[in-house]
């Protein structure tokens, strides 16, 4: 059974950052980001192609935040300046 397409989405589950009763502020602050790759393998004129789908979370609670320039133009959901979730970027490989 092939895959489902990729889709580029955050969801505040816990799984990055668990944060505390209030909802605000989280223990978990060593990691900046994580990068997602997907892969979809098709036949081409020339045998197997791969593409590589690639999307990045930065989390919001980092002590030590990761510049969004450091992944170029790949698609990635970053902290702007108002303190929100916004996504940025190209999605692709």
Do not use: N
């Not at 892969?39 to 020339?46: A, C, I, P, V, Y």
């Not at 791969?50 to 970053?78: C, E, I, N």
């Amino acid at each position: 059974m092939p895959a489902p397409p990729p889709t580029a989405r955050f969801l505040q589950r816990g799984k990055l950052a668990r944060l505390h009763e209030r909802g605000t502020r989280t223990h978990l602050t060593r990691v900046s980001a994580v990068a997602c790759i997907e892969e979809e393998t098709m036949l081409g004129k020339d045998g197997v192609v791969v593409r590589h789908y690639v999307h990045v979370v930065h989390t919001p609670f980092a002590s030590k935040p990761m510049p969004s320039t450091v992944f170029g133009d790949r698609r990635q959901l970053v902290v702007t300046e108002a303190g929100e979730m916004s996504w940025v970027g190209q999605l692709g490989g």
